[in-house]
C-alpha cells in the first residue's frame, strides 16, 4: 500500500516536499516513481529513482526544480519541488515498479494521489 500525503497550497516560485510512505511490501526492492494528472489531462511522468537511490531520471518540465529521493529505513520516497509554476498544479501520484522506468504500465502498484495547487 502506498500513501501520499504533504499536498497543498502554495503559490508560485515556493516549494513543497511531498512524501509517500509504503507497507506490505519489499519496498527497497522497487523503483519508485511519481506521476501527475492534470484536470483533463493524461497521468504523466515526473520522476523516478532506482531501488538503491544511486539513479534517478526526470521529465525535461521539472528536470532542475523537482528532486526525487528515497529513505529505505522509513519505506518511504520524496517529491522536493521547488521553483513551482502554476502549470505543475495536479494530483501527483507515487508508484512502484520492477523496472527502471518512465512508462506508466510498467508501474505496478499506486497510492491515492494528493493535491498540489500553485497559485499565480
Known amino acids: 500500500q502506498l500513501q501520499a500525503s504533504g499536498g497543498g497550497l502554495v503559490q508560485a516560485g515556493g516549494s513543497l516536499r511531498i512524501p509517500c510512505a509504503a507497507s506490505g511490501g519489499t519496498f527497497s526492492s522497487y523503483t519508485m516513481g511519481w506521476f501527475r494528472q492534470a484536470p483533463g489531462k493524461e497521468r504523466e511522468f515526473v520522476a523516478t529513482?532506482?531501488?538503491?537511490?544511486?539513479?534517478?531520471y526526470y521529465a525535461d518540465s521539472v528536470k532542475g526544480r523537482f528532486t526525487i529521493s528515497r529513505d529505505n529505513a522509513k519505506n518511504t520516497v520524496y517529491l522536493q519541488m521547488n521553483s513551482l509554476r502554476p502549470e505543475d498544479t495536479a494530483v501527483y501520484y507515487c508508484a512502484t515498479a520492477r523496472t527502471y522506468s518512465i512508462r506508466k504500465y510498467e508501474y505496478d502498484y499506486w497510492g491515492q494521489g494528493t493535491q498540489v495547487t500553485v497559485s499565480s
Open positions: 529513482i532506482t531501488w538503491s537511490g544511486r539513479s534517478t
